[in-house]
């Protein structure tokens, strides 16, 4: 196998927001040319597939501003504090969007969703022993969980009716691990 890798020589910082930064790096191709990579450095984040007893999970509808319409999606959050623990950012974001807190987590995955131009890793969990909490959405934040059959919102994957990246994999990424789960039992 050849090496890929592409060296950082320099790099600007573009923009300096509160949760995305922007970069332009020149960088040594590996032929020894160099080139310019434009890239935005994202902290993280945590996606949530909440399992019931009865086969359900939730999804939220929310509106996303930069493709100006609104998606359903699994419960998700960025990870706010360097180090924070993907796990407590599960918890928490599942508590705050959905009002619903979860005795376990399982961790089935994660992902990069933009590999082209940023940073982002997504964690995915499956969250069960589910009991009711309290939703406390952030100022400005506006959802409203949905609550369907998994196998519904799997299908809606697979047909390509949900157009959230995040929420298709971490879908996936749930019936994988619960048919390897089956399979070991």
């Known amino acids: 196998m050849c090496d890929l890798t ?4 320099s790099s600007e910082r573009l923009v300096d927001g509160v949760l995305l930064k922007a970069f332009r790096d020149e960088v040594r191709l590996p032929d020894g040319e160099s080139s310019v990579r434009e890239w935005i450095d994202h902290p993280g984040a945590s996606a949530i597939v909440p399992i019931f007893e009865d086969g359900r999970t939730l999804l939220v509808r929310q509106f996303r501003y930069p493709p100006r ?8 959050g960025k990870l706010d504090v360097p180090g924070e623990p993907p ?5 928490r974001e599942l508590e705050e ?8 987590f399982e961790h089935v995955g994660a992902a990069y969703p933009c590999i082209g131009y940023s940073n982002e890793r997504i ?4 969250a069960h022993d589910l009991e009711r909490g ?13 609550a369907m ?3 519904e919102a799997l299908a809606r994957a697979r047909r390509g009716d949900l157009k959230d990246m995040k929420t298709v994999t971490a879908l996936v990424y749930a019936a994988a691990h619960q048919n390897e789960s089956s399979a070991a039992s």
């Open 97 to 104: 969007e959905t009002g619903w807190r979860a005795g376990r």
């Open 134 to 146: 309290t939703q406390a959405l952030a100022d400005g934040e506006f959802v409203e969980a949905v």
């Open 69 to 76: 319409r609104t998606f359903l999606e699994v419960p998700a």
């Open 149 to 151: 059959d998994f196998e």
């Open 6 to 9: 592409e060296t950082q020589l």
């Open 87 to 91: 796990e407590e950012v599960a918890a």
């Open 123 to 126: 964690h995915v969990f499956t």
